[in-house]
């Protein structure tokens, strides 16, 4: 199947910075990508979803001024976390559907994010 | 509004014999549905997927089923594994925004040598 590369896997940062999360599609170019947010034991839940060359689209309740996505090229989005405070602590997931294989989303390995 | 539910949390099945993972799901646009794995502080992998036009899919030991018309698939693994204990997330897309998924709750399947 295709690849995608998240990176980094895990990041710790101080209340108040910004923390960058890049996802990239490594086999393909993917014009859409989509960022999830998991909760201890809970269900991924769908941020936004990344537009190459335009704005992103937010999904009810994600803020986008504090959760910023970029989407420069058909192989990378980033999703920038700013301002971050403890409750944004989470895993988060980055997808990117090949449409030439199918219409199977393939995952990035996730990013641990500890704001402290 | 919950439009994909799994609603058992946890299932715990001997190895060597049948795991079944149960889905639900109310959108009735949903035309495409996948089951994924998950160990914890990863991504999840893709493990097989159904189209609204078949009621079965297969492939190896795991086999996906789908009723249309009660809403609901599941995801039958045989024979079960230790090494396929993990959390089974079941997905599901449809309309033209294949790739933007809507998940269940997941259930943590436990396989017991």
């Known amino acids: 199947g295709a690849v995608v590369s998240q990176h980094p896997s895990r990041v710790i940062c101080k209340s108040g910075t910004s923390v960058k999360i890049e996802c990239r599609s490594l086999?393909?170019?993917?014009?859409?990508m989509f960022w999830y947010r998991q909760f201890p034991k809970q269900s991924l839940m769908l941020m936004a979803t990344s537009n190459e060359g335009s704005k992103a689209t937010y999904e009810q309740g994600v803020e986008k001024d504090k959760f910023l996505i970029n989407h420069a090229s058909l192989t990378l989005s980033t999703l920038t976390v700013t301002s971050a405070h403890p409750e944004d602590s989470s895993f988060y997931i980055c997808?990117?559907?090949?449409f030439g294989q199918g219409t199977e989303a393939f995952f990035g390995q996730g990013t641990r994010l500890t704001v402290v | 509004d919950q439009q994909v539910k799994q609603n058992s949390p946890s299932l715990s099945v001997q190895e060597g014999r049948i795991s079944i993972l149960n889905c639900d799901y109310t959108n009735s646009m949903f035309d495409y549905f996948l089951w994924y794995k998950k160990y914890p502080a990863e991504g999840p992998t893709f493990l097989i997927s159904?189209?609204?036009?078949?009621d079965k899919n297969e492939d190896g030991r795991f086999t996906v089923f789908l009723n249309k018309s009660a809403k609901h698939l599941s995801l039958h693994i045989v024979p079960s594994q230790p090494g396929d204990s993990a959390v089974y997330f079941c997905a599901a897309t449809g309309g033209t925004s294949y790739g933007k998924l809507t998940f269940g709750q997941g259930t943590i399947l436990t396989v017991h040598p």
């Open positions: 086999d393909f170019q993917a014009t859409t």
């Open positions: 159904i189209s609204s036009i078949k």
């Open positions: 997808s990117a559907s090949d």
